[in-house]
């Protein structure tokens, strides 16, 4: 099987070779360059030709952004992961290389003790990233890719004939690679009255979970917030699980409202959606609506089980349109989802199963919650 062949571009040397150290370890993998900054990079990848590029962000001559830009009007489909750096303007440039284009990202390793343990990091967070965008990915070319055949989909297994369909009463989404994106276009097209919760577990470290979602709460008209200990569960409302706590729903007295806790990562993740979606079953058993959008891994497996043991409903994104159909596709083939459908059908049918057999309680966007 041909390696998959990597193009590091970053302006630290020291950087470039841990890299490429980490990477070449890898009897899957290939560094066939590495490059300074973006005027290199974008001479190099018709030379080289590469499958995958890791890009820094902050590089002179041509920087991060100003070369994902490049890259992506000559390139659409090439996958870029970015190195950001674990700070507030590093998860804000971060957030902005995804909104154009970028495939992933990984934290660079910071206070981690040695350059063992720096390429420990590195293995654990950018091998799996690279084999994952590059599952499905091909040589590089402008062209556009060819779109791949429709393929069956595994049925539901049939609901139990005592299982009688409730009204959907939460809303809980898992996702990972591809995410913010994902939500951006999804949360916008759910209107100001929808009448039930969301929950959402989005794989991100911390502080980009808190500028993600204050910039959902600004393209919505729902309102979109950075989960914390406490919050009451309203309907209209977002709640996104912060990095690196689990968010699980909870009854307090006469509330429904948000717990977070450090218990160790499930899936490899902290927030984990698997965690979520246990306590929200816990709470809304039949009335809970799932969706698992585009994402690396299996994490929200065992969660859409137990919701569709309990009579409740899932939605998966397809193929086609994840950036990684690792998640969604655990969930399609398990023949767990209700539907599988591309993203831009996602919100269209949440809005139809969340309404049907109810009148829509209006709901301001300005709503407090406390």
Request: with cysteine; net charge neutral; hydrophobic share 45%.
């Amino acid at each position: 099987m041909a390696k998959i062949r990597v193009l590091i571009v970053d302006d630290s040397v020291v950087v470039r070779r841990i890299v490429s150290d980490v990477l070449t370890a890898d009897p899957e993998l290939e560094v066939v360059g590495t490059a300074a900054h973006g005027k290199i990079a974008m001479a190099k990848i018709p030379q080289v030709n590469p499958d995958i590029i890791t890009l820094d962000i902050e590089m002179p001559e041509m920087d991060g952004l100003e070369t994902l830009v490049a890259i992506r009007k000559i390139y659409p489909k090439l996958p870029v992961i970015m190195f950001s750096t674990l700070t507030a303007r590093g998860a804000t440039t971060t957030l902005d290389a995804l909104s154009r284009g970028a495939s992933d990202y990984v934290t660079k390793p910071a206070n981690v003790g040695s350059v063992a343990a720096a390429q420990q990091s590195l293995r654990d967070q950018l091998i799996p990233k690279i084999k994952a965008l590059c599952g499905k990915a091909g040589r590089v070319a402008p062209a556009a890719a060819t779109p791949a055949p429709n393929v069956a989909r595994p049925v539901p297994a049939p609901r139990s004939a005592l299982v009688k369909a409730s009204p959907i009463e939460v809303l809980a989404i898992g996702v990972s690679t591809g995410g913010p994106n994902a939500l951006s276009e999804l949360l916008p097209a759910i209107p100001a009255n929808f009448p039930v919760p969301i929950v959402i577990v989005q794989h991100m470290p911390p502080m980009f979970t808190k500028l993600l979602a204050d910039r959902l709460d600004q393209q919505c008209e729902i309102g979109v917030h950075e989960g914390a200990v406490g919050d009451r569960i309203l309907p209209g409302q977002a709640y996104v699980a912060p990095g690196d706590y689990h968010m699980i729903v909870k009854r307090d007295r006469a509330n429904l409202v948000l717990a977070l806790q450090q218990e160790p990562p499930e899936n490899s993740c902290r927030p984990a959606v698997d965690v979520l979606f246990r306590s929200v079953v816990g709470i809304y058993g039949s009335g809970t609506l799932g969706v698992i959008l585009t994402g690396m891994g299996q994490d929200g497996l065992r969660g859409c089980e137990l919701i569709r043991d309990v009579g409740g409903q899932v939605l998966a994104q397809d193929e086609q349109s994840s950036v990684v159909w690792g998640m969604p596709g655990f969930v399609a083939n398990a023949g767990l989802a209700d539907a599988v459908l591309p993203l831009n059908q996602i919100a269209g049918e949440i809005v139809r199963r969340v309404q049907k057999g109810r009148v829509g309680i209006p709901t301001e966007r300005t709503l407090k919650y406390l």
